[in-house]
Each structure stands twice: as C-alpha cells, then as structure tokens.
T-cell receptor, first 113, second 116 residues
Framework: GENVEQHPSTLSVQEGDSAVIKCTYSDSASNYFPWYKQELGKRPQLIIDIRSNVGEKKDQRIAVTLNKTAKHFSLHITETQPEDSAVYFCAASRWDSNYQLIWGAGTKLIIKP | GAVVSQHPSWVICKSGTSVKIECRSLDFQATTMFWYRQFPKQSLMLMATSNEGSKATYEQGVEKDKFLINHASLTLSTLTVTSAHPEDSSFYIC????????????FGPGTRLTVT
C-alpha cells in the first residue's frame, strides 16, 4: 500500500524567511497530493493541492512542486508570517480508492519573530 | 466550497457508556465518508471508510464491534463508540470527498471525546 514520509518533523524559521517541507510517496499510481494546515484543536484546512499532470502550482506565498519520477513533492512558503505557525500535513491519494488520503506524519512550523 | 458539519463538537462520558458522533454533508451528497482519530501531536489515523447503503470498511486494528459506523443516507454518517474507555479519548474527525469538486475532501470540525 501507499506510504507517505514527511520531513522535517519540526521546522523553525525566522519571520520573513522561506520554509520548505518535503514529502515522498511510494505508490506511483497516486495522482492527487494535497497539503493541509492544522491549528491546535481544529480541522485540517486545505492550503494547496496538485495533481499528477502538473509539476508546479502557486497561490500567492504558497507553492507546491511535484516530481513524479522521484515520487516526491514539496511545500514552499515564502515571506513567512507569525500566522503561518501551525502543523502542516502532506497527503497522497489515487482516484480508484475514492481518494482515500494517506497522510504524512506532519511538520510543526514555528515562525520566530 | 462544500461544508461538512459534525456533532457534538465535544463530549465527556463515563467509562462503559456509548457515544454517537454525527457527520453531515450540508450541501452535497457524500456516498463515501472517512472517519479519523487523532491523538495529540500525531497525524490523522484513518479508522474506517463509511459507504452509503453498505457496510463500512475498517482499517486493520480498528475493532468494528466497538466503533459502529452507519451511513444512513447520502448526507449522514454516524460513528458510535461503544463501551468507551479512557484510551478512546481522542479527537475524531470525519471527511467527505465531493465529486462535483473533483473529489476535494471536506472535513468536519471534529469531536473531542473525553472518557472519564
């Protein structure tokens, strides 16, 4: 079955700097890769996603890149702000599994003022 | 985007009692819903996949007789934790993919269960 690994588990960056979180997946048939932000005690919030027919997607300060050959995808946050502090999860899924999500372990992002 | 509600948002129950959690898709039909459990500082762990009109599919290690799932309609799935014990205390979250939004998943707000 699919396995998703996420690194690092904790990331501390200075406010204004960039943050990068990386994930690798094992199932080459996976075709949907979302990123979620979760604040303490709240539901995961989709911040960006990418499908396997695209290599890169950007939304303001957030971007995701996908390398299908290497089976890894990354989240890039530029000009980090204090409100970016949260736990970020990557996930992978495939259309023939009802898009059941396989989750990474999460990255706690700390933005230092 | 679509909306998924979950009720109750938090519940405290005594050991040995049962608790029912409801998950509703408010503006779309969900033939499939996913139930997760999340312990502090951990990732979401899939417990089961709820299918409208058929039996739920449970993940390995999840007791189906303890965690009863009923997908009664295209907008409602329920999770009943039977004979709850303190180790069942956790954050339970449901989600549903919306086919009209290319299967993007929508999450309920979660239910904090505390068993005393």
């Amino acid at each position: 079955g699919e396995n998703v690994e996420q690194h690092p588990s904790t990331l501390s960056v200075q406010e204004g700097d960039s943050a990068v979180i990386k994930c690798t997946y094992s199932d080459s048939a996976s075709n949907y890769f979302p990123w979620y932000k979760q604040e303490l005690g709240k539901r995961p919030q989709l911040i960006i996603d990418i499908r396997s027919n695209v290599g890169e997607k950007k939304d303001q300060r957030i971007a995701v890149t996908l390398n299908k050959t290497a089976k890894h995808f990354s989240l890039h946050i530029t000009e980090t702000q204090p409100e970016d502090s949260a736990v970020y999860f990557c996930a992978a899924s495939r259309w023939d599994s009802n898009y059941q999500l396989i989750w990474g372990a999460g990255t706690k992002l700390i933005i230092k003022p | 985007g679509a909306v998924v509600s979950q009720h109750p948002s938090w519940v405290i129950c005594k050991s040995g009692t049962s608790v029912k959690i409801e998950c509703r898709s408010l503006d779309f039909q969900a033939t499939t819903m996913f139930w997760y459990r999340q312990f502090p500082k951990q990732s979401l762990m899939l417990m089961a996949t709820s299918n409208e009109g058929s039996k739920a599919t449970y993940e390995q290690g999840v007791e189906k007789d303890k965690f009863l799932i009923n997908h009664a309609s295209l907008t409602l799935s329920t999770l009943t934790v039977t004979s709850a014990h303190p180790e069942d205390s956790s954050f339970y979250i449901c989600s549903a993919p919306d086919r009209s939004f290319d299967y993007e998943q929508y999450f309920g707000p979660g239910t904090r269960l505390t068993v005393t």
